[in-house]
């Protein structure tokens, strides 16, 4: 977990601005802002997360026959695993596509019907829960998601498991920003407000908004 945190912050996956916060596609202000996209645009780094992520699956899935992508930025890193695995894979859109043959999933084949579902980071967990119920309907069963970085948010926690989804993560929002202190990347002051959001994200973003 270590060791990937401090690859995503070198690299600028992971970046934090508690003072000057982003906003995301919801709407909702965060201090802290992954773009795990970056990765694939370096080789060693991105053959330690696939390396990662195998030995998550391999841990805690050992029945997987198949590999799923969430589009689109767990495509790439679904390949990379499933290449490492030697295992067929797929991937799933946030809704089915408006031609053609109207697919929502890419890739499936009639003899897999075990699945891993492969994200690049967990925020709301609503990507991850859209591809494993797609996955459900399509007759699959979805043993559970691994995904690079979860931002630790009860939200996603509450929602998965509404959805009984089992989740495993290389690194994780507390141990980011454990390096990140380390490093001297973020102040003492950033670090507490970075703690603030992570405790109630959507109060903490209002309260930004407002100021």
Request: glycine share 8%; net charge negative.
């Amino acid at each position: 977990m270590k060791t990937i945190s401090k690859h995503l912050l070198n690299i600028g996956a992971v970046t934090l601005s508690p003072e000057d916060p982003y906003t995301w596609s919801s709407g909702m202000k965060s201090p802290i802002y992954c773009d795990n996209r970056l990765i694939i645009a370096y080789p060693e780094i991105r053959k330690q997360v696939a390396d990662e992520l195998s030995s998550l699956i391999k841990e805690h899935y050992p029945e997987a026959d198949l590999i799923a992508g969430t589009a689109t930025a767990g495509i790439p890193h679904a390949a990379f695993v499933a290449d490492h695995m030697n295992l067929p894979m797929c991937y799933v859109r946030s809704s089915a596509k408006g031609h053609g043959r109207a697919k929502q999933i890419e890739g499936l084949t009639e003899q897999s019907k075990k699945a891993v579902v492969v994200e690049d980071l967990i925020s709301t967990g609503k990507s991850s829960i859209q591809s494993v119920l797609a996955l459900r309907e399509a007759g699959i069963e979805v043993l559970g998601v691994v995904a690079i970085f979860s931002y630790g948010l009860k939200k996603a926690d509450e929602a998965l498991g509404k959805e009984e989804i089992s989740f495993q993560t290389v690194t994780n929002f507390s141990t980011l920003i454990k390096e990140a202190q380390e490093s001297g990347t973020i102040s003492d002051q950033g670090l507490s407000l970075l703690k603030e959001w992570q405790r109630d994200p959507e109060r903490w973003g209002a309260a930004s908004f407002s100021k």
